[in-house]
């Protein structure tokens, strides 16, 4: 028969290994035409997957195996003084449909759009987490 306590910590441990973990990076962003006639995209070619898109970095590439993998992503700070406060507070879903290459210098390389939703333009890189 379990007592209090036992249940209490039962209770506890479960509630731990229901929280969610977020990994930590950085953002910047890229500017369309994201279909390029010259330039095809790593994942889909010369396919238009519309604006809420982002390139990857080394970091979640990952082979190639990124390709389509969507991921939530929100603003957690600054990386810079000159825009101190850069976060909207809201999140957006990306879908990844290219590779940013080495020198890339953030984490995930988001669309411009997908960019204003969680943060200031104005502030070029952000801290982030995301998830998939």
């Keep these: 028969m379990c007592n209090v306590k ?3 910590v039962v209770v506890v441990v479960m ?3 229901s929280v969610a973990y977020s990994d930590q990076g950085t953002a910047t ?3 369309a035409p994201y279909v390029h006639p010259m330039t095809a995209s790593s994942c889909d070619g010369y ?4 604006v809420m898109i982002a390139a990857a970095s080394d970091t979640i590439w990952d082979n ?18 000159g825009v101190p406060h850069p976060c909207t507070g809201q999140s957006v879903v990306v ?11 953030g984490t995930i390389d988001l669309s411009q759009e997908a960019f204003a939703v969680i943060a200031n333009t104005d502030a070029g890189k952000i801290k982030i987490q995301f998830d998939q």
Excluded: E, M
């Design 64 to 81: 190639k195996a990124a390709c389509g993998r969507t991921y939530k992503v929100k603003c957690t700070g600054a990386t810079n003084k």
């Design 15 to 17: 509630s731990f290994a």
């Design 29 to 31: 962003y890229y500017t």
């Design 95 to 105: 879908r990844v449909v290219d590779y940013c290459p080495p020198g890339c210098r």
């Design 47 to 50: 396919k238009n997957d519309g």
């Design 6 to 8: 036992q249940v209490l």
